[in-house]
């Protein structure tokens, strides 16, 4: 929705590696599936309990804050969007356990189908709220421009970012994808209830296991892709005579730098090297 640095369109706050969390289009199904349908036990319980904590910690409010006013060790020194490691295992957690109640649930397939729809409606509302407002804020722009009196209202809507134009149809084109995904998925679900085969009808909520899994991977697959490509060594980790020195030195040897940006945090495990600071 906030673009990617990849593709320079990233309009979200701050960095895009600091700040983002991503989970998948189809695990939005899984995790509804989760908190209403999931049999409640110790475990289960502790995940539905830790996914929305995460969030709030998260982000920006009063309940957040309080980790920073109480002064706690580690926590209140630590970034607040790291903790998304967490939500994210949680996530997977629950669509885990979400997945084998389906398939053990005789009612699982109608289940997941109509939560699957809500899903489907609710990327296309967020798709088309991005037009409506970009709309929205066009007519504002073009009712306000040449009013001396409204030139406040017009310098609001062209200098804040959140309200550029251009964030607008990012969001919308970035919306798609989703959209496509939770499509394929209710296609695949479609026919593969309508299949005559006694084999596919015998095994339905296997295969509709296995095209979560696939379109899952695809979709996860391509977001750290697209982030982290696979490129060859040498074009990142080049090697230099400064580099060849350290690393013909004997061990035990630790080097320190005067500046960060010589050699940034986990570069020099590359070249095998060791650091007086640690991490």
């Known amino acids: 929705f906030f673009g990617n640095p990849v593709t320079r369109n990233y309009w979200g706050f701050l960095n895009f590696s600091e ?34 904590i995460t969030l709030i910690l998260t982000f920006d409010n009063y309940i957040s804050h309080i980790i920073y006013q109480l002064k706690i060790p580690f926590l209140t020194s630590s970034y607040a969007t790291r903790i998304l490691f967490i939500t994210t295992f949680s996530a997977a957690s629950l669509s885990a356990f979400a997945i084998d109640q389906f398939i053990k649930d ?4 109608k289940k997941l189908f109509k939560l699957a729809v809500y899903s489907w409606a609710s990327f296309v509302g967020i ?20 009013k001396t009196h409204l ?27 989703p959209i496509l995904i939770l499509s394929a998925f209710l296609i695949y679900f479609l026919i593969i209830g309508n299949v005559r085969l006694k084999f596919i009808r015998k095994y339905s909520k296997t295969f509709l296991a296995l095209g979560l899994f696939v379109l899952i991977t695809f979709d996860l697959g391509r977001y750290f892709l697209k982030f982290n490509p696979f490129v060859a060594q040498n074009l990142i980790f080049p090697s230099t005579p400064a580099i ?6 004997g061990e035990p040897f630790r080097l ?24």
């Open 106 to 109: 005789q009612l699982g397939e």
């Open 256 to 279: 320190g730098r005067e500046h960060a940006e010589v050699l940034p945090p986990n570069t020099w495990t590359a070249y095998s090297l060791q650091s007086l600071e640690g991490y």
């Open 127 to 146: 798709a088309i709220g991005s037009i409506l407002v970009s709309q929205i804020v066009q007519n504002i722009i073009k009712s306000v421009s040449g």
């Open 19 to 52: 700040t983002s969390g991503f989970l998948g289009s189809l695990t939005l199904t899984l995790i509804l599936f989760s908190y209403i349908y999931l049999r409640k036990n110790r475990i289960t319980f502790f995940f539905l309990v830790l996914l929305p």
């Open 151 to 177: 030139k406040p209202v017009l310098d609001f809507y062209l200098n804040d970012k959140d309200f550029a134009l251009s964030n607008f149809q990012i969001a919308t084109r970035n919306s798609l994808l």
């Open 244 to 249: 060849e020195f350290l690393k013909n030195k």
